[in-house]
């Protein structure tokens, strides 16, 4: 029997009561919710930000949009939804995207149960109640059996140790925390560190407007064309009669993707056929050029190899001074090691007269000054500094929590040599908290739903089973560490220095922080330990 709901304010030292506690009001998150109320539970959710929308109510940055195409990025569980939503462009950007989800939001009723405002400093397990105790920064105090921690894969956003951050007297945020009122750039000396996938999309915008940018690059990234585009009415038509084909088609693809991988090797066809597809998958938007390829340019080797070329010359054409064009050419890691951003004339930017690109792997960021910004060999002068420095992923949302299990354990501490879970859902001596911020590497809606939907069906199946506790086993969960260690060892994303195996973040364990399978595998595993009455999982 559901909970009572206490709407009305709670006396201080007092502590609501609910079936469960979700933690973070994006997509995940608010489909977490929309699933558990069917089932009949009360439900809190508890929200950071004054709106839902996750990455998309943080990520406010110009330039901000999906790379996955914007009708296999929705939500698929409502036929109404899917009809009465038109998407605008092929790759939707941020404004709409939080649009978006607040239409969504509101459709269902969902923030009636979402308490905003509130980021999360600690949930504790009781052991003599099988309850989360979960404690808002404000004091308010919350208690369910039942935690759901959908803080986000890319949400605790990073910035670098720099000496004489506060001594600086200019403006400056993250990226991933873009003032709501947005900045004024027009006419100022900005300073960009970073240039990664977001960095790509908001050097593109920003480059029109300010007097001077100047862009401080450690790594320089492979980078396609994203080719976005107006979704036109006859378009909307088509889609919205092929949404079943379109989201049958992502679920058997290994990144959740509309994009199907050609099963031919890159070197079983002549280099002339070869370089035909190249330049045709190359006019093609988004990630077609990638995912629509050769099977073989997805494993190290020559076809990968090859494939970087081709992409290392399409980046030379397009720089005119042959001296920036080689920095902006990566040449330390394999294509499709990393995520590849697409662009919309990123690298046409450093053609202009009022951008400036510097290698900080061979001069070094030293400190930050009262004016700017000192690196080894020179000094800049800077208006505004934009941090594009990425994100602690996946764990890193988790870790800046006391998140306490049985015995006082605290998850930090387990995870600090990597984490440590049972197919990425939950952790041992951590009853009843599902971890699903490692929903997916691919197109996150496509992975992430049939997660939502496994966990809400378990956690249905332990109350009408009337247990108390679900946890995995110490062999279960050592067995798909080792799993994740000895697979991830084979698979591309985990050979170059990124946020996948948390090489970006100074002192993290080197570790592979999702699933190396695919998301047709994961979804099966998870179906037949669900079969097996929760094969695994010690129940009580």
């Known amino acids: 029997m559901a909970a009572q709901r206490l709407e009305k304010a709670v006396p201080t030292g007092q502590v609501e009561y609910f079936d469960a506690i979700v933690i973070g009001a994006g997509v995940t998150g608010l489909y977490q919710l929309y699933c558990l109320r069917k089932l009949g539970m009360a439900v809190r959710v508890f929200e950071d ?49 939080e649009r978006y989800l607040n239409y969504v939001a509101d459709k269902f009723d969902l923030k009636r149960d979402i308490r905003f405002n509130s980021r999360v400093a600690s949930c ?11 404690e808002i920064a404000d004091g308010h105090r919350t208690r369910a059996p039942f935690l759901v921690t959908a803080v986000g894969l890319l949400s605790a956003h990073y ?79 088509e889609i919205k009669a092929s949404y079943p084909e379109i989201f049958r088609r992502c679920s058997e693809t290994a990144g959740s993707f509309v994009h199907v991988f050609d099963p031919r090797s890159a070197l079983d066809v002549s280099a002339e056929e070869r370089q035909e597809q190249y330049e045709r998958l190359w006019k093609e938007p988004g990630f077609a050029k990638w995912l629509s390829n050769f099977y073989d340019l997805m494993l190290p080797g020559e076809a990968n190899e090859d494939y970087a070329e081709f992409i290392r010359n399409k980046i030379r054409e397009r720089v005119h001074d042959p001296e920036v064009a080689e920095m902006l050419v990566p040449k330390d890691h394999m294509f499709g090691s990393k995520r590849l951003p697409c662009e919309s ?21 030293q400190r930050l000054t009262p004016t ?30 006391d998140i306490r299990g049985i015995g006082g354990e605290q ?32 197109n996150f809606v496509r992975a992430a739903e049939p997660l939502v939907e496994w966990v809400s069906e378990c956690i249905r199946y332990v109350r009408e089973n009337e247990y108390v506790r679900i946890s995995p086993t110490i062999e279960a969960e050592d067995d798909w560490v080792n799993h994740v260690n000895e697979a991830g060892s084979k698979i591309l994303r985990s050979q170059a220095n990124s946020w996948f195996v948390g090489a970006n973040i100074p002192g993290k ?14 979804r099966a595993k998870r179906a037949d330990v669900a079969a097996n009455g929760y094969e695994g999982f010690l129940l009580e």
């Open 159 to 237: 910035i670098p140790d720099f000496e004489g951050l506060d001594t600086y007297q200019g403006q400056w945020c993250h990226t991933g925390r873009w003032p709501k009122e947005g900045m004024d750039l027009a006419g100022k000396r900005v300073g960009v560190i970073g240039t990664g996938a977001t960095a790509v999309q908001l050097i593109t915008e920003i480059a029109k407007e300010v007097g001077h940018l100047t862009v401080f690059q450690r790594t320089p990234n492979f980078c396609a064309p994203l080719r976005n585009g107006p979704i036109t009415d006859e378009m909307q038509r």
């Open 49 to 97: 930000g004054d709106g839902v929308g996750g990455t998309w109510y943080w990520n406010r940055y110009p330039g901000a949009r999906f790379d996955s195409e914007s009708f296999s990025y929705g939500y698929s569980f409502s036929e109404e939804l899917l009809q009465e939503w038109d998407w605008k462009e092929l790759y939707s950007g941020q404004p709409e995207n």
């Open 372 to 401: 700017g910004l000192r690196t080894s060999d020179a000094e800049y002068e800077l208006d505004v500094i934009i941090f594009a420095t990425g994100y602690d992923a996946v764990t890193g949302s988790l870790n800046r929590i």
């Open 345 to 365: 004339g990123y690298y046409e930017v450093y053609n202009r007269d009022n951008v400036l690109l510097v290698d900080v792997k061979k001069a070094p960021i």
């Open 124 to 134: 504790t397990f009781e052991e003599d109640r099988n309850t989360w105790l979960v």
């Open 411 to 442: 998850l930090r501490d387990k995870f600090s040599n990597g984490p440590r879970t049972y197919m990425g859902i939950q952790s041992n001596g951590f009853p009843n908290m599902f971890t699903i911020n490692a929903a997916s590497v691919g």
């Open 509 to 522: 364990a080197r570790a592979l922080l999702t699933s190396p399978d695919t998301a047709p595998v994961m």
